[in-house]
């Protein structure tokens, strides 16, 4: 009789659960008509900003909706209140993303078939958010001219991950000496073929073809599902 | 950091899997993890430990496979192994890869039991 170990195959994702959500989250915003993007960054790189023009821009045309992670305070969503008239604050207490679940609450008594674009402002953090689906069909990473342009060295996965990099701040590239090549570059080692934003959010540089870029790609998902 | 609340998910889904089969006295799980799946190895063996507190698990041990990276590289037609994350291209004719194989991988491949 054999007394030692057994080794029992499981093969099992960890955030199955988180996937699985995801996924039915994934189904619900396609049924409903709403093209959903997440935005994830480090912490000041200018997300909120940027989200801010986003829906100001959009919401002429489209019904628009966002959804904003924090740690703490609803400092964001009041901001972005102003943008949009559907914002509500995701406080995570200590946890450093979004995942699925808090997505799913979140939305609970929403209509998302009263929207065109929902957009969720992920916790700014380039390592966690990376391996927690939220169900969105679009994933933008922002990098600011004010942090290094080796950032995308530096947090490979969350920039591998993304569909789409924006660059903001370019109203500051010429006072920081950012290096824009380097930047593109560098976006270009961990992430081959990523299409590359550059927006600021400030004079509005960028902020139309941004808004293009994203009525296009909801103009694809619809074609496709 | 995460590897926390990653290290809770791998928990109760091993409870769940236990309980499933059964009861099963659990010494050791085998974890598959991708060099990009946005995981660091230490923090989240590390972070076993506590989530295993109050649980069967207590005692487990965590053996983390570490899984490099595998593209397509679309001009060679072939499979490669790029020697980083940082350059995801083919080691042999450095064209740039995007369809990634293997490294992603966060997975419990197996379970070590008492017999």
Redesign the interface.
């Known amino acids: 009789m054999n007394t030692g170990p057994r080794l029992i195959e499981v093969r099992a994702k960890v955030l199955k659960q988180n996937d699985l959500l995801a996924r039915e989250l994934r189904d619900r915003f396609r049924r409903s008509g709403v093209y959903v993007v997440s935005l994830v960054s480090s912490p000041g790189s200018g997300k909120t900003a940027f989200l801010e023009q986003l829906l100001s821009r959009l919401s002429a045309t489209r019904r628009v909706a966002a959804l904003v992670g924090d740690l703490a305070t609803e400092n964001d969503a009041a901001r972005l209140k102003r943008a949009a008239s559907q914002v509500r604050q995701i406080t995570t207490g200590t946890i450093c993303h979004l995942d699925a679940q808090m997505v799913d609450k979140a939305l609970d008594d929403w209509q998302l078939e009263e929207l065109d674009f929902l957009f969720i402002e992920n916790v700014g953090n380039l390592v966690c958010p990376s391996s927690y689906d939220l169900g969105e069909e679009l994933r933008m990473v922002l990098l600011s001219t004010t942090e290094g342009e080796d950032k995308p060295l530096k947090y490979p996965t969350i920039f591998n991950g993304a569909d789409i990099a924006v660059i903001t701040k370019m109203d500051l590239a010429a006072a920081t000496e950012f290096d824009r090549a380097g930047a593109r570059q560098n976006i270009q080692t961990v992430r081959p073929g990523m299409q590359i934003l550059e927006v600021s959010s400030k004079t509005g540089q960028g902020m139309s073809e941004c808004l293009a870029v994203l009525e296009a790609c909801r103009d694809a998902s619809r074609v496709l599902s | 950091?995460?590897e926390l609340?990653?290290a809770v998910?791998?928990v109760e889904?091993i409870i769940d899997?236990s309980e499933s089969?059964g009861g099963?006295q659990v010494?050791?799980v085998?974890?598959k993890l991708g060099v990009?799946?946005?995981?660091d190895k230490d923090a989240l063996a590390f972070s076993y430990e506590i989530a295993c507190e109050g649980t069967f698990l207590v005692g487990s041990r965590l053996q983390i496979e570490s899984i490099p990276l595998l593209v397509y590289c679309e001009t060679c037609k072939a499979e490669r192994s790029p020697g980083s994350?940082?350059?995801?291209?083919c080691p042999q004719c450095h064209t740039?890869?995007?369809q990634?194989l293997r490294g992603r991988e966060?997975?419990?491949?197996?379970?070590?039991?008492?017999?």
């Open positions: 950091m995460h609340s990653i998910s791998m889904q899997e089969r099963l010494e050791v085998h974890l990009l799946s946005g995981v994350i940082h350059q995801i291209d740039p890869c995007q990634i966060l997975e419990v491949a197996a379970l070590e039991v008492a017999a």
